[in-house]
Nanobody
């Protein structure tokens, strides 16, 4: 499956962004989808994951209550709505896919990755 992430940008603290990740060439409806982020010199960090039918989600503690992951299987797209953004949310955000009925928080469990989209939160 090929993944194309978009929607990144620069916002002030407290602002919002919505990331999108469009999938093609695979069976999106069978895939657990994850969002991860990475800053220079650090390992890729789990942000959120959603099950293939959308009925189960898990969030990192650092984003719980501010970020919402959702998906539209008819459009083969997963979203990450990010509200009340903080400077520490600045990172390159990646979407990932794994064919599974379960949900996964470890980046090593995902086989397909998008190219990343930069999110910068700064005043």
């Amino acid at each position: 499956v090929q993944l194309q992430a978009s929607g990144g940008g620069s916002v002030q603290p407290g602002g919002s962004l919505r990331l999108s990740c469009a999938a093609s060439g695979g069976t999106f409806w069978n895939d657990c989808m994850g969002w991860f982020r990475q800053t220079p010199g650090k390992e890729r960090e789990f942000v959120a994951t959603i099950s293939r039918n959308g009925n189960r989600t898990i969030y990192a503690d650092s984003v719980k209550g501010r970020f919402t992951v959702s998906r539209d299987n008819a459009k083969s797209t997963v979203y990450l709505q990010m509200n009340n953004l903080r400077p520490e949310d600045t990172a390159v955000y990646f979407c990932a896919a794994r064919e599974s009925e379960l949900v996964w928080t470890s980046p090593g469990m995902y086989g397909s990755w998008g190219q990343g989209t930069q999110v910068t939160v700064s005043s």
